[in-house]
Nanobody
Framework: VQLQASGGGLVQAGDSVTLSCSASGLTFSSHGMGWFRQPPGKEREFVAAISADTSVIQLTDSVRDRFSISRDNIKNAVYLQMISLQPEDTAVYYC????????????????WGQGTLVTVSS
């Protein structure tokens, strides 16, 4: 299984960025997908999750009004759309594939991408 995240970079506060994650080696449409992030010097934290059939979406409170998650089960890809980025959003962002059709807990994700760094300058 391979998950390849892309789209990170250096942006200004207030900018928008869309992260992409391409998946291979798994039956993508059967797995819930998630995005996690790890700010500098901090623990990895949950950002967003979407169920295998897209019917269930969950975002952490701090990003609920600014981020959205979507997926394309034909392209085997999941996306994280981020608007109004703030310096506190600076982190390495990881996409992950869940063991089942939907998951929130870090421990329920079996497969992880390599991460893409988003740096938001003020």
């Amino acid at each position: 299984v391979q998950l390849q995240a892309s789209g990170g970079g250096l942006v200004q506060a207030g900018d928008s960025v869309t992260l992409s994650c391409s998946a291979s080696g798994l039956t993508f449409s059967s797995h819930g997908m998630g995005w996690f992030r790890q700010p500098p010097g901090k623990e990895r934290e949950f950002v967003a999750a979407i169920s295998a059939d897209t019917s269930v979406i969950q975002l952490t409170d701090s990003v609920r009004d600014r981020f959205s998650i979507s997926r394309d089960n034909i392209k085997n890809a999941v996306y994280l759309q981020m608007i109004s980025l703030q310096p506190e959003d600076t982190a390495v962002y990881y996409c992950a594939a869940a063991r089942g059709s939907f998951a929130l807990a870090y421990t329920s994700y079996d497969y992880w991408g390599q991460g893409t760094l988003v740096t938001v300058s003020s």
